[in-house]
């Protein structure tokens, strides 16, 4: 197992290339299921997360090379409807080919993803949503089994989900009637989708907002060449980064209107921040101001940074308090930095975050993607060494951390044990 060594205290100065959204790809690689064809997918990230996905369509019987940024998927060989535990748990977002699967073959057998590092993390909105549009779901032996035909449904979600999102519109493009889903996610990466959805020939009206409107079609286009979003949440972690370490960093092909709250508390907690086209150059003022989130769905503050903005916040000129309402026990991080000299304390899901003048290095252990990526943003700001094991869990999600790290100055080293 690799794990990272760090050396912090290196202000940051450079250039940093951000790569394509992670939560943005998973799904448009999930909806080339929907049709057999051939697609071509641009500036996609090679990440653990990826290559799960694209082994996941490969038992599914497509066809996938990668190279450069550049996936070709052909799914017209495509002929298992059915997403295996091995797969599904090791990432949730295998259950991202149930809408698609269930579309194309009017049958998936998707296991069921169990619960992660945070919490229970149900996938009850996702069913609620394939029964409304009519199709049999049931369970058998851990794995969800949904057969029939979709057909257009009004689908009322209590609560915004991305992923119930995503299943409800990838199994309705196809589906005979008009389809409204209330209370829809509005992420980037749900845009993306509905971005791509359309290009392939569905009718998908209220792009960007919580009222989707689709009206099933019965053809869709058998090849697309689409470019994927860049990552917000990587472009949120490397802001966070340069501002807790002192610096001055330029980022590259990124989307800074997906970015707004978090670019307005950056600048609240002390950045300035200069934004042209797609580029954010990024400069540390002097100090680091606290300053409260409240983790909400799009437009709100991203639960994706909340560990983030914790790191940084440790080393703040004051208190500060973190809440989380998406995932209430998403705080596997609290103890690790407590570990580097943070002092926070957790109750429930708000933290309460006292800064402190120093970290200092310590062993510590990677839980989740994101909480990864806070702890080496702590280490980089620490005096001496840290060493971060479990590193597996950040390569699900960031493309070369490392390397993009060390090309703006900061000290990292991935050791293999
Ligand atoms: C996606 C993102 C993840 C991000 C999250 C919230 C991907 C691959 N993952 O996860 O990085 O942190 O959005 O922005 O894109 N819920 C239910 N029942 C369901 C589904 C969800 O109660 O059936 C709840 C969840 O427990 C959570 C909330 O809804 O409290 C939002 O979850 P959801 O938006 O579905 O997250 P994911 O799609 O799993």
Avoid at 210 to 239: K, M
Wanted: proline letters at 4%; glycine letters at 8%; a neutral charge.
């Amino acid at each position: 197992m690799d794990k990272f060594i760090i050396r912090g205290g290196h202000p940051l100065s450079g250039d940093v290339h951000i790569s394509g959204a992670k939560n943005a790809v998973l799904p448009i690689m999930a909806a080339t299921l929907i049709t057999p064809g051939h697609f071509i997918l641009r500036n996609v990230p090679d990440l653990r997360d990826t290559r799960t996905m694209r082994k996941l369509l490969e038992i599914i019987g497509a066809k996938v090379e990668f190279s450069n940024g550049v996936m070709k998927i052909d799914t017209t060989t495509c002929n298992n409807p059915v997403a295996p535990y091995e797969v599904v748990k090791t990432m949730r977002a295998s259950f991202d080919v149930l809408g698609p699967l269930a579309s194309r073959f009017r049958y998936a057998k998707v296991s069921l993803p169990g619960g992660c590092a945070w919490g229970p993390r149900p996938v009850d909105l996702h069913l609620k949503a394939m029964k409304a549009l009519g199709t049999e779901v049931t369970l058998e032996e851990g794995y969800i089994v949904v057969k029939g035909a979709a057909r257009g449904a009004d689908i009322n979600f209590e609560i915004s989900s991305v992923g119930a999102t995503k299943n409800a519109l990838m199994a309705a493009v196809k589906a005979k009637g008009k389809t409204v889903i209330q209370n829809a996610a509005c992420e980037p990466e749900i845009s993306a989708l509905i971005d791509f959805l359309t290009a392939l020939g569905a009718d998908i009206t209220g792009q960007d907002s919580t009222r989707l409107c689709i009206t099933g079609v019965q053809e869709l286009r058998n090849e697309l060449d689409f470019t994927i979003i860049p990552d917000r949440i990587e472009a949120g972690t490397f802001l966070i980064t340069n501002l807790l370490l002192g610096g001055e960093i330029r980022l590259h092909a990124v989307n800074p209107g997906h970015l707004s709250i978090v670019l307005n508390k950056l600048q609240e907690a002390g950045s300035e921040l200069e934004i042209s086209g797609n580029s954010i150059l990024a400069k540390s003022g002097a100090g680091i101001r606290p300053v409260n989130i409240t983790t909400a769905p799009y437009p709100g503050f991203p639960t994706d940074l909340q560990a983030q903005w914790m790191a940084l916040m440790s080393r703040a000129t004051g208190d500060s308090i973190i809440i989380d309402e998406i995932y209430r026990d998403r705080f596997t991080h609290v103890a690790e930095l407590n570990r580097l000299g943070a002092k926070i304390k957790l109750e429930q899901n708000v933290a309460i975050v006292e800064g402190v003048s120093q970290l200092a290095g310590a062993p510590v252990m990677s839980t989740d993607i994101r909480a990864s990526a806070s702890l080496i943003i702590a280490a980089l700001a620490a005096t001496g060494v840290t060493e971060v094991s479990r590193i597996y869990h950040i390569d699900r999600g960031y493309e070369k951390i490392e390397t993009k790290l060390k090309n703006i100055g900061a000290d990292i080293e991935r050791v293999s044990t």
